[in-house]
């Protein structure tokens, strides 16, 4: 009876994940870690990528700038999805449920392929709508159809990689999804200035090469992981033979998953509202746009990093019914959060000319940048803490609260704000919309964790205490 127990759940009879049994504090680095690494080599990537685009023209910078809205859709639908199956997966291998966690993996591959087909449809049909409701400039207009063109069409490099990271940190492998992203971006930054610079011809060149290379590295990135899963992975069994969608198991994946990839969907309709809003300024505000959301990356992507490693111990965790390391997870979290945003604070408020100086910057774009940066860098005081509590609604199945967040701070505060600012005319005035809403966003979440504590922490602690079942009985 044994062996065949043994055998359906891929472990030895009492074998323990490390999520449920190392010190709170050791395991949040080891899961954190990799992924802060990996995660701020991507920023470096981001922002490589659009140095080398700046030096061909600053219409060209403007137009990767125009495209980030929709590009960062195809991010959020492929994150989002990760986060379900990440949250399904953790929480069912909590459980001992080896049949739900290998079911959550094989699933999530066939949602990527999906989003893939999505996307490569808007590529083929909807851009030129997308940048003529943006721009009337023809310059900037055919540079970014020529970037998101293939970003789009060639969108399955990136599908597969994220949910090959997500499965990997899922199951506490971090130092592996690692290698995967960092073997995506490292490829990339290489084979930026090769096609940027028209080294492989003048078709290839530009923003249209700029987009070559990143779909390079997305591919490379995919097949590292998709190795990893299938060789170094034992806690997930990935098998295609007799495959069939199951209709639950996807439900319970965009349970938790719909509301982070609404949430990001939000954000990218909040770029392109205020992208609209500053081109009634000039185009080089947008391109400082575009160039703060490429340097503001080195602050929030070690914090994504952070929340990869933080969500599955809480996902775990919870299955396992073991409230004092939930707790424990999320304080040490929020306080490293907090840290990385002041000191990304503190290069905004005294480093900003130096930070534009990389991008090529005119001394137009450098007079609107260094006040942008400056003013935009108060709300880093206070996002620490909302971007880990939204991950940690979403890692207790409570993605909804994670999404009413994201809409009050864009949607809701942000995008009305900066209009009603921008019709006094200072532009100056439009970047202040960001600390405000950013005030309002901690507000929604102390309001919300403080709910999930009422209802899914202290009872989860309550009925242990009066003798419910544990997990690691």
């Not at 971007?387 to 009413?404: R, T």
């Amino acid at each position: 009876m044994e062996n065949s127990i043994e055998k359906q759940t891929g472990a030895p009879l009492g074998h323990e994940n490390i999520m449920g049994t190392m010190p709170v504090g050791a395991l949040l680095a080891k899961l954190s870690v990799p992924m802060m690494i990996s995660m701020l080599v991507q920023a470096l990537y981001n922002v490589v990528d659009s140095i080398f685009v700046s030096q061909v023209s600053e219409a060209a910078l403007t137009s990767v700038s125009l495209a980030f809205a929709l590009q960062n859709m195809m991010i959020a639908v492929g994150v989002g999805t990760g986060v379900g199956v990440n949250a399904m997966l953790s929480k069912s291998l909590g459980e001992k449920d080896q049949k739900s966690a290998d079911r959550a993996a094989v699933n999530g591959l066939f949602l990527a392929w999906v989003s893939c087909a999505v996307f490569m449809l808007i590529g083929l049909f909807m851009l030129p709508l997308y940048f003529g409701a943006q721009s009337t400039d023809p310059t900037i207009v055919k540079g970014g159809i020529d970037y998101l063109f293939v970003c789009c069409v060639f969108s399955q490099g990136l599908f597969l990689s994220l949910l090959q990271e997500k499965l990997l940190a899922s199951t506490g492998r971090t130092h592996y999804a690692m290698i995967c992203q960092m073997t995506g971006a490292i490829a990339n930054i290489i084979l930026d200035p090769i096609f940027i610079f028209g080294y492989c011809g003048e078709f290839l060149s530009g923003t249209r090469g700029a987009a070559v290379a990143t779909v390079l590295g997305q591919f490379l990135g995919a097949g590292v992981g998709l190795y990893f899963n299938l060789r170094k992975n034992p806690d997930i069994h990935i098998s295609l033979k007799g495959f069939r969608p199951h209709l639950p198991t996807i439900g319970r994946i965009y349970a938790v998953g719909a509301p982070s990839i609404a949430m990001q969907c939000v954000g990218s309709v909040m770029v392109f509202f205020l992208n609209r809003i500053l081109m009634a300024f000039s185009s080089t505000a947008v391109a400082v746009f575009g160039v703060y959301f490429k340097l503001q990356s080195f602050a929030f992507m070690p914090v994504f990093g952070l929340n990869n490693g933080m969500v599955p111990i809480i996902s775990y965790n919870y299955g396992a019914r073991r409230p004092d390391r939930v707790k424990e997870t999320i304080r040490l979290a929020a306080f490293t959060a907090e840290a990385i945003m002041l000191l990304g604070f503190a290069v905004f408020q005294l480093f900003p000319d130096t930070a534009l100086a990389l991008f090529n910057a005119s001394e137009q774009m450098l007079s609107i940048g260094e006040v942008a940066l400056r003013i935009i860098s108060i709300s880093f005081l206070l996002a620490g803490l909302s971007v880990v509590f939204c991950s940690v609604f979403q890692a207790l199945g409570n993605g909804l609260y994670s999404l009413y967040v994201s809409i009050g701070r864009q949607l809701v505060v942000l995008v009305p704000v900066a209009w009603v600012l921008s019709r006094f005319g200072r532009l100056e005035l439009v970047w202040w919309s960001f600390p405000i809403a950013e005030a309002v966003s901690l507000t929604l979440c102390v309001i919300f964790m403080a709910v999930l504590d009422r209802k899914i922490i202290r009872p989860m602690a309550r009925k242990d205490a009066a003798g419910g079942t544990n997990a690691s009985e």
